[in-house]
């Protein structure tokens, strides 16, 4: 596709359940990154994939979080037992040159979850 | 870790007028960008901009490496341009560290 593309766009859960978040990368981009926004907390990074492979998870807020990246492509972030400061929105974005200077990002919409 | 500084957080303008939004990092960087959120969230890419000046219609930027600080021009000022401005730098697994954002209101 054009841009990096996210599924789903809102996500409403109950405290507890596990939710999974998707996104896309722009085709051809080999590195991806899971930030999340939250209210009060401004633009946090979690994980980054260069491929299939995510050299450091120490960017995850929790052991509830996880993630995975098959094909080099489409990645998917994993909330186990979700918990209502969990809240907020989820963007991925994509670039083409990591590890090299001039690595611009691109992000996709982003995922709002919400946990009642 | 680098610390980003944007000033000032907050920014009214009346449509027509002309501002400048600043951005402050503590280390020497190879990557900066700065970005535009819309009220629907979606971050969108203004500059790449590690060092000189580029410009794009009615914004521009500067980013003076050597004195760790970038600036953000933006003229004639439209209700459009509304929304967060960020500015982020290069970390050390290639990720994004981000300022807080400066929110800027356009009135007509």
């Known amino acids: 596709g054009a841009g990096v593309s996210q599924s789903p766009s809102n996500k409403v859960t109950e405290k507890g359940k596990d939710v999974e978040l998707r996104c896309d990368p722009i085709?051809?981009?080999?590195?991806l990154y899971w930030y999340r926004q939250s209210l009060g907390q401004g633009l946090e990074f979690l994980i980054y994939?260069?491929?299939?492979?995510?050299?450091?998870k120490s960017g995850l807020p929790s052991d509830r979080f996880s993630a995975e990246r098959t094909g080099g492509s489409v990645s998917t972030l994993t909330i186990q037992r979700t918990q209502q400061e969990d809240s907020a929105v989820y963007l991925c974005?994509?670039?083409?040159?990591?590890?090299?200077?001039?690595?611009?990002?691109?992000f996709g919409p982003g995922t709002r979850l919400t946990v009642l | 870790g680098i610390q980003v500084e944007q000033s000032p957080p907050d920014l009214i303008l009346q449509e027509g007028a002309n501002s400048t939004l600043r951005c402050n990092f503590s280390?020497?960087?190879?990557?900066l960008q700065w970005f535009h959120q819309n009220p629907w969230g979606q971050l969108i890419n203004l500059f790449y901009?590690?060092?000189g000046t580029k410009q794009n219609g009615r914004l521009s930027a500067t980013t003076v490496a050597t004195e760790r600080y970038s600036l953000l021009y933006i003229s004639s000022s439209q209700t459009t341009d509304s929304g967060v401005y960020f500015c982020?730098?290069?970390?050390?697994?290639?990720?994004?560290?981000f300022g807080k954002g400066t929110k800027l209101s356009v009135k007509p």
């Open positions: 974005a994509s670039s083409a040159r990591p590890g090299q200077p001039d690595n611009e990002q691109f």
């Open positions: 085709s051809g981009h080999t590195a």
């Open positions: 994939f260069q491929g299939n492979s995510a050299p450091d």
């Open positions: 280390d020497s960087v190879n990557n």
């Open positions: 901009i590690p060092s």
């Open positions: 982020a730098v290069r970390g050390s697994q290639g990720n994004l560290i």
